[in-house]
């Protein structure tokens, strides 16, 4: 079955960095669009940014310039480089795969919160 896995949350202070992974399995990882999506308490979920299958990239604009998307298909797995990080960045993180041809699955999240 297919399964995402995300990885790489944690606390971290204003200004700082994290990296989060999502790790593919049981699906053609190259034949997907990879997204991070983010919900706070309270609040809608909300995609941040998109790697599509040739690697092209689209961001919302409250993270442009400081977040990176990308993707390694040799080990099915993408990427969200987060730097500059600011408090309403707190959130937990989806990743979710949506197939060119079909499929759309979601991972479990992980909590990502910017505090000092």
């Known amino acids: 079955q297919v399964q995402l896995v995300e990885s790489g949350g944690g606390l971290v202070q204003p200004g700082g960095s994290l990296r989060l992974s999502c790790a593919a399995s049981g699906l053609q990882f190259n034949f997907y669009y990879i997204s991070w999506y983010r919900q706070a308490p309270g609040k809608e979920r909300e995609l941040v940014a998109t790697?599509?299958?040739?690697?092209?990239?689209n961001y919302a604009d409250s993270v442009k310039g400081r977040f990176t998307i990308s993707r390694d298909n040799a080990k099915n797995t993408a990427y969200l480089q987060m730097n500059s990080l600011k408090s309403e960045d707190t959130a937990m993180y989806y990743c979710?795969?949506?197939?060119?041809?079909?499929?759309?699955?979601w991972g479990q999240g992980t909590q990502v919160t910017v505090s000092s």
């Open positions: 790697v599509t299958s040739t690697s092209g990239t």
């Open positions: 979710n795969a949506a197939g060119i041809y079909s499929g759309n699955y």
